[in-house]
């Protein structure tokens, strides 16, 4: 019997991430799509994300957030999609994803806010500044076609997605060898195909729309 696959999202949300990583390994799933605000905070939905965020998926009965760790579980839950690591590509995959999470996401969202950390507490933060955090992210393709090497591999899709919104939102620097690699990941079938489903939810689910009966 197939696991029942639910995916949680909204059409402008990170949950677009998660969407192409759905889309990659041909599974069958489910979606639910949220409006920001009153539904995402709802009881019913608090019970799967206590952050009350997108995206979510749940997979016989497992919950699973946080976009890199949705493309990570997907990657190993459906094998036959080739995205999880070799055993030679684990150094870097595990390295560049948590990277992506954890010090570009804070580093990314901080810059965006205008948060700056003051110098003499840097050594405080997981990223230390924004300037060495996107040197460190964008030199990864410096010597490889792809995060993990010369495959693509599930990280393609988390640490990618985060290059090309950061390229697309003017936090990263464009340079021919970033369009280049994003360009690359926009011309798989599965991106978009997942772009094609998001892209015909988008009417009334923007941040500033609120639920059709709230
Ligand atoms: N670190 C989380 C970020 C999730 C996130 O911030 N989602 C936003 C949309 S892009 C959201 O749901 N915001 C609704 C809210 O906080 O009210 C991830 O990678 O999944």
Known sequence: ???KLTFYTNPMSRGRIARWMLEETGADYETVLLHYGPEM???NYKAINPMMKVPAIVHGGKTVTECGAICAYLAEAFPD?????LPEERADYYRWMFF???????ASTNRAMGFNV???HSGMAGYGDFERTLATLTSILDDRPHICGDRFTA??????????WGVQF?????TPRLTNYISRGMARP????????DDAEMDGYGPETPPANA
């Open 1 to 3: 019997m197939m696991t």
């Open 190 to 197: 599965a991106f978009q195909r997942a772009t094609e489903k």
């Open 41 to 43: 905070q709802s009881d």
């Open 155 to 164: 990280a393609d899709i988390y640490v990618g997605s985060q290059i090309a």
């Open 118 to 120: 003051p110098s003499e």
């Open 170 to 174: 003017g936090t990263i620097p464009t």
């Open 100 to 106: 992506a999470a954890g010090p570009w996401e804070q």
């Open 81 to 85: 999609a080739g995205l999880a690591p």
